[in-house]
Every structure is written in structure tokens, then in C-alpha cells.
């Protein structure tokens, strides 16, 4: 299951934590690593179990859920700029008038008046969750579509993809009978995604990779691997040092 799979299907309780436990392992939902149950890991000198372990890493690699979910694109939050900014204030502990003090805004009653409207934004969010829970029951016609992944870009309407069409999309330009090669790239912006996300799955979770390990790996699957690098990074499927030293892919 991708990184992204698993963040969207989480529990409201497991997104809060930020990892979840599938079998015999703990997986942080921000980045997609992964610790065994039963093995110990050393911080510093000093052990620790699974669990308590992947609390560290979230503290130490994302600071925080809030901070890491806080940061998404607007499209996944549904946040506006001023209203993230609000809540980073809140998170951190400043009062109405500290607040106000810091976006000099308003007054402190200004602030009253929005945080009542982001409680109303909350109501609003649980109501709809609840809906969408009782609509699966019985909305039988319902496709499936592809998750977004956290890390994406562009949010927009070329993500509007099925499963179905992921599938024709592959077999059409990424055949398994041709040996895993990408047949073209000049595709529509929709199949670009389909065929970005699969070829990022050539990619391992938490490593780093040289510009030159990650030009090999994609001349596997297409000439034009200087194109298809290029836009792994635009869609925001991998990120790079600014120097092009290192690669690694990201929560896709």
C-alpha cells in the first residue's frame, strides 16, 4: 500500500497519532516508515520499543502531526493562508490578544470571532464525514478513484482518475510485455500522473539517491529519463538538495 493509501484511509484516532500498526509493523502516515513490532531502536545511547520509537521519529522528522498536516497544500487542508496561519498561532499557545498583537489585525475580539468561525468549520467537517460514512452503504455506483498524494503539487482535476482508467492507462503506455518500458510521454495530464506514480514505485521509501543512481533507474524505463526526472519533481513525487546532489522520494 502506498504512502498515500494508507494516510487517506486512516482513522480520524491514527491520523491524530500519526502512524498506524499493520501487523507486525508501526507506519508513520507522513512519510511511510516503518518499524517492527518487537525489534528495539537505539536514539542516543538509550533503546527504545516500536511504538515509542515512531513517536520519536515524528517528533524528530516532522516535528509534529499538526505541523506536518498544517504544512499541505490548501487543496488537501481546505484552509486558507490566514486561517493555517491562525491556527499555528493557536497551536503554540498565544491568546486572543497575542495574536491579535502578532498579524495585527483587528482586535482580540476579531480573533473571537474567528476561531467561533473555525469551530463552525470543525461542525461542519464532522457532519460531512459522517455523510460520506453512511453514503459508501449505499451509493453502489461510486468509483473508486486514485488517492492524492500528500506531497502532490497540483491539485486539480487531473487527479479525477479511476482505478479503472490507472489500469487502461498502464496497459496502454506501460506494458509489462515490453519489459517494463514507458512507450511515450507525450500524454495528456492525466495520464502523466498515472504513469509518474508508477514509476516512482521504482523508487525505495527513506532513500537517498544520487543524481546519477536515479538517472540509471529511470533510463530503465524511458530515453528521455532528463524529462521524466524533471517532472517526478514538479508533480512532487520525489525532491532533491538544490544542487542535485541527493534524490529521495517523497509520501507519494
Known amino acids: 500500500m502506498d504512502v498515500s493509501e494508507r494516510f487517506w484511509n486512516a482513522s480520524l484516532e491514527d491520523l491524530r497519532r500519526g502512524y498506524v500498526r499493520e501487523g507486525d509493523y508501526y507506519w508513520c502516515l507522513l512519510c511511510g516508515k516503518a518499524l517492527e513490532q518487537g525489534v528495539v531502536y537505539p536514539v542516543e545511547g538509550v533503546f527504545y520499543e516500536a511504538e515509542r520509537y515512531m513517536r ?14 498544517i504544512g499541505l497544500d490548501k487543496k488537501l487542508t481546505g484552509l486558507t493562508e490566514h486561517q493555517s496561519r491562525l491556527l499555528r498561532l493557536f497551536y503554540q499557545g498565544k491568546n486572543d490578544k497575542e495574536v491579535q498583537q502578532e498579524m495585527g489585525i483587528g482586535s482580540a475580539s476579531t480573533i473571537r470571532n474567528h476561531r467561533f468561525a473555525l469551530k463552525e468549520k470543525e461542525r461542519q467537517a464532522k457532519v460531512y464525514l459522517t455523510l460520506m460514512e453512511l453514503l459508501k452503504d449505499k451509493d453502489k455506483h461510486a468509483p473508486s478513484f486514485i488517492e492524492v498524494h500528500t506531497s502532490a503539487t497540483m491539485i486539480d482535476d487531473r487527479y479525477n482518475i479511476t482505478l479503472e ?44 539517491y544520487s543524481e546519477k543512481e ?39
Open 56 to 69: 520519536i521519529h515524528i517528533e524528530r522528522a516532522h516535528q509534529s502531526v499538526f505541523d506536518h498536516l
Open 214 to 252: 536515479v538517472n540509471e533507474i529511470l533510463q530503465e524505463v524511458y530515453d528521455d529519463y532528463v524529462t521524466i526526472r524533471r517532472y517526478l519533481i514538479e508533480y512532487g513525487f520525489m525532491d532533491r538538495k538544490p544542487d542535485g546532489s541527493q534524490y529521495w522520494l517523497m509520501a507519494r
Open 165 to 208: 482508467e490507472e489500469e487502461a492507462v498502464l496497459q496502454k503506455y506501460f506494458p509489462q510485455e515490453a519489459g517494463g518500458r514507458l512507450k511515450t510521454f507525450h500524454l495528456k495530464e492525466k495520464q502523466k500522473v498515472v504513469v509518474l506514480r508508477e514509476i516512482a514505485r521504482r523508487f525505495q521509501q527513506e532513500r537517498v
